[in-house]
């Protein structure tokens, strides 16, 4: 639902996926593919890429974005 609405309003979607036949993948902007273990289900390489991801984009933004950024991710009871 949240990526139909997001494709519907032209917002850039980034998927991270295991499988490049995920149903969101059609309407994906960017498709970041995190290979999933044969052996035993793990988190552990998608929260790397998750917090890869929002190291960079803090390093790159100013104090008033990384503010932004701990007020949503308070707001939504995500440890960052």
Not at 49 to 69: H, Q, W
């Amino acid at each position: 639902e949240a990526v139909n609405f997001a494709y519907s309003k032209g917002i850039p979607i980034i998927l991270i996926t295991s499988d490049l036949r995920n149903p969101s993948s059609a309407k994906a902007t960017y498709i970041l593919l995190v290979p999933a273990s044969h052996w035993h289900y793990s988190l552990v390489p998608t929260m790397n890429l998750v917090d890869a991801i929002i190291a960079n984009m803090g390093s790159m933004k100013s104090i008033d974005r990384m503010n932004e950024l701990e007020q949503i991710s308070t707001y939504h009871n995500i440890v960052l």
